[in-house]
Nanobody
Framework: QVQLAESGGGLVQAGGSLRLSCTASGSIFSINAMGWYRQAPGKQRELVATFTSGGSTNYADSVKGRFTISRDNAKNTVYLQMNSLTPEDTAVYYC??????????????WGRGTQVTVSS
């Protein structure tokens, strides 16, 4: 019913930048929240940055001042600008959206993930 398409991952040297994009499509009535999580090898998935249902933003302490989340509501798209990347940012980055589906309820959706690798 709803699909999340991520793009923008890749390999970058420490100190570099990447920009991730995630677009939601399908039977969308509204999007209550949308953002990014990441999972490094051997670790649990963790929040990186999200827009809440109230429109405010949440950031993990480890990315504050380096990452910026933004969105284009008309395109159902969120972006994650990642600057000053370090090897500790290496992970699979997942887009998440809490979507109210047309003529249905609210559901939690995940993208397939995009790999971000930061070399030292």
């Amino acid at each position: 019913q709803v699909q999340l398409a991520e793009s923008g991952g890749g390999l970058v040297q420490a100190g570099g930048s990447l920009r991730l994009s995630c677009t939601a499509s399908g039977s969308i009535f509204s999007i209550n929240a949308m953002g990014w999580y990441r999972q490094a090898p051997g670790k649990q998935r963790e929040l990186v940055a999200t827009f809440t249902s109230g429109g405010s933003t949440n950031y993990a302490d480890s990315v504050k001042g380096r990452f910026t989340i933004s969105r284009d509501n008309a395109k159902n798209t969120v972006y994650l600008q990642m600057n000053s990347l370090t090897p500790e940012d290496t992970a699979v980055y997942y887009c998440n959206a809490k979507v109210v589906v047309i003529r249905s309820d609210a559901y939690d959706y995940w993208g397939r993930g995009t790999q971000v690798t930061v070399s030292s």
